[in-house]
């Protein structure tokens, strides 16, 4: 993490300590992994030049916790955790998308929920994530609220969280899932087209 003589960084122990802080500091940045803040030249200029809060000792949003309904998974739990998981345990259609779209030198770094949060650009697995219909925790300060992730993005590309809000959880489906496909068509630098991503998931009932 880069620091500039006069930023301060804030690390909160849990949750309540976590809006605590963005109560009384709203102008601060959320850091997760930062593998994006550190990529974006724009972005990597505009947190130099605010405080910051780092996620990485809220145990909460670490954790990964797997019914027979769904994968609930915190909002920074890395990729590499993920693609660690058992495929029993894990979508392999998620698992293709990381692989597909993220450098493996970031995947330590980067995070769930990092991905999913991005403003003005939608990344690989928000895709993936409208397609299983997975349902995302936001939460503030005294209240909790679910979102279908097809419905995270405003009409302007920007994550629909009001001030105070945070993406705290990804709760995942389990499909029973014959067939899982995810390819991404990556970005065509002459042509500025910023690539697509094909996300197929099939099911057989009765042969």
């Keep these: 993490m880069f620091q500039t003589h006069d930023q ?16 009384r500091r709203p102008d601060c940045m959320i850091w997760a992994g930062g593998t994006y803040i550190g990529t974006s030249q724009i972005v990597r200029l505009d947190a130099r030049n605010r405080d910051l809060i780092s996620l990485q000792r ?5 954790r990964i916790f797997r019914t027979d309904r769904y994968l609930e998974l915190g909002a920074t739990v890395t990729l590499d955790r993920i693609l660690r998981l058992s495929d029993r345990f894990a979508p392999a259609s998620l698992k293709q998308a990381i692989l597909a779209t993220v ?12 991905n999913l949060c991005i403003a003005n650009e939608i990344l690989n697995l928000l895709p993936w994530a409208a397609t299983v219909d997975a349902r995302l925790e936001i939460r503030r300060q005294g209240s909790v609220r679910f979102v279908a992730a097809s ?7 920007e994550p629909s969280l009001e001030i105070g ?31 697509l991503g094909f996300c197929a998931l099939a099911s057989i009932h009765k042969d």
Excluded: C
């Design 58 to 62: 809220i145990e909460d949003l670490q």
């Design 151 to 157: 419905k995270l993005m405003n009409s302007l590309g």
């Design 8 to 23: 301060r960084v804030f690390v909160p122990q849990g949750i309540p300590d976590l809006f605590s802080i963005m109560k």
């Design 103 to 114: 450098p493996a030198p970031a995947r330590s770094l980067a995070t769930m929920g990092g």
């Design 165 to 195: 809000e945070i993406l705290t959880r990804i709760r995942i489906p389990i499909g029973r899932w014959n067939h899982q496909v995810y390819q991404r068509i990556p970005r065509d630098e002459g042509t500025g087209s910023p690539g």
